[in-house]
């Protein structure tokens, strides 16, 4: 069974920084798509950034050049490195496990910006 717990949230100020980190449980991880999504209050859960098992990645146009995701595979865990925070980056990040069709979330971590 696949369990997946996101940690690093917080609260930090308009141009801060913050590291997300999600591990996963049991021997997938190497091989799965790990994806890192968010979800604004009022709003509909949205992809942040993607990563797959050869360390390609991918992002949302509103995150280019200040998020990057990584993953160290000997660690089971998946990192979202966010630089120059914005209000509206204050959401529930989620990190998101893909295998063929299986798929699991975490439980969610909170992000708040605010000045």
């Known amino acids: 069974q696949v369990q997946l717990v996101e940690s690093g949230g917080g609260l930090v100020q308009p141009g801060g920084s913050l590291r997300l980190s999600c591990v996963a449980s049991?021997?997938?991880?190497?091989?799965?798509?790990m994806g890192w999504y968010r979800q604004a209050p009022g709003k509909q859960r949205e992809l942040v950034a993607i990563i797959n098992s050869g360390g390609t990645t991918n992002y949302a146009d509103s995150v280019k050049g200040r998020f990057a995701i990584s993953r160290d595979n000997a660690k089971n865990t998946v990192y979202l490195q966010m630089n120059s925070l914005k209000l509206e980056d204050t959401a529930v990040y989620y990190c998101?496990?893909?295998?063929?069709?299986?798929?699991?979330w975490g439980q969610g971590t909170q992000v708040t910006v605010s000045a």
């Open positions: 998101k496990l893909t295998w063929g069709a299986l798929n699991r």
């Open positions: 049991g021997s997938l991880f190497s091989s799965a798509v």
